[in-house]
């Protein structure tokens, strides 16, 4: 299997996902606007954005 890079981060990845929580998809356009959903990106970015989701603020 060859191993394709990540459209957001360029690392080599198993697979690239292309279906994402709509929270996730917008977060990543929010920072990276020039980026296609349908290119996919890799389970460690996909991991990233969720997690920014589930960040919790502390003031």
């Known amino acids: 299997m060859m191993k394709k890079p990540c459209t957001l981060c360029n690392e080599d990845a198993d697979e690239l996902y292309t279906i994402i929580d709509k929270y996730?998809?917008?977060?990543?356009?929010?920072?990276?606007?020039?980026?296609?959903?349908?290119?996919?990106a890799c389970k460690k970015c996909v991991e990233?954005?969720?997690?920014?989701?589930?960040?919790?603020?502390?003031?």
Request: glycine fraction near 4%; proline fraction near 3%.
């Open 24 to 40: 996730v998809l917008d977060t990543i356009k929010s920072e990276h606007p020039e980026w296609i959903d349908s290119s996919g």
């Open 48 to 59: 990233y954005y969720n997690a920014l989701e589930n960040a919790v603020i502390i003031e």
